[in-house]
């Protein structure tokens, strides 16, 4: 079974609009972890929410997660064309420290 | 701010040859990671290192791969005989947390390098 599903695979949107990704998982989790990735490069960390944690907020990023859903979601408010990138989440679960990655959603902001 | 990084950025080799990536992570990090993303596909873990031993690895993790921390600042990933399907991306990565915290801390934040690209050839 999949761990940490991205949907949509792909969003389009104009510069200054809010987008939401959404991230779904299947077992229940230590904490969830969302990363940008510019294509071709590095993994960039955005946020991490606990298991315990129902929304949390870095600047633009405001991330949410419902257990009882097994769910999570990434708001970016006034979105920038440089925030064009692929968006995972990750999972850790257990005694595991390794993290299982999404499929990602590839943002697309148009100036 | 502290960053992981990786060389060499880009790693060209013959099928069979045996190459090793090189990370340097975070100073005062204990955990480190190694994760592949074969082009278009998920990121995968590899295999997780603590205390100068294998703490977790997956089953990608065969016996042609090994990790190695050579000195007080290297972290390496040795694949001894490379096979077409190795060519991917290779990520190391490091967190903070000493063994026995607190699960879900934010110190488990794990800080990926930017990754080098290895192609079979």
């Known amino acids: 079974s999949q761990q940490g599903e991205e949907d949509p695979q792909a969003l389009s949107i104009q510069e200054g609009e809010n987008a939401t990704m959404n991230c779904s998982y299947k077992t229940s989790i230590n904490n969830l972890q969302w990363y940008r990735q510019n294509s071709g490069r590095g993994l960039v960390h955005l946020i991490l929410?606990?298991?315990?944690?129902r929304e949390k907020h870095s600047g633009r990023l405001r991330v949410t997660l419902d257990t009882s859903k097994k769910s999570s979601s990434l708001l970016i408010t006034a979105s920038r064309a440089a925030d064009t990138a692929s968006y995972f989440c990750?999972?850790?679960?257990?005694?595991?420290?390794?993290?299982?990655f999404g499929s990602g959603t590839q943002l697309t902001v148009l100036p | 701010e502290p960053e992981v990084t990786q060389t060499p950025s880009h790693q060209v080799t013959q099928m069979g040859q045996e190459v090793i990536l090189r990370c340097v992570p975070i100073?005062?990090?204990?955990?480190f990671y190694w994760y592949r993303q074969i082009l278009g596909q998920k990121v995968e873990f590899l295999v997780s290192?603590?205390?100068?031993?294998?703490?977790?690895k997956s089953e990608i993790f065969d016996d042609q791969f090994s990790v190695e921390r050579p000195d007080g600042s290297n972290f390496t990933l040795k694949i001894r005989s490379t096979k077409l399907e190795d060519s991917a991306m290779y990520f190391c990565?490091?967190?903070?947390?000493?063994?026995?915290?607190?699960?879900?801390?934010?110190?488990?934040?794990?800080?990926f390098g930017p990754g080098t690209r290895l192609t079979v050839l």
């Open positions: 929410i606990r298991s315990n944690e």
């Open positions: 990565a490091s967190s903070e947390a000493p063994f026995g915290f607190d699960r879900g801390d934010s110190t488990d934040t794990q800080y």
């Open positions: 100073s005062n990090h204990l955990y």
């Open positions: 990750a999972t850790n679960s257990g005694s595991a420290r390794q993290l299982t």
């Open positions: 290192f603590y205390n100068n031993e294998i703490s977790e």
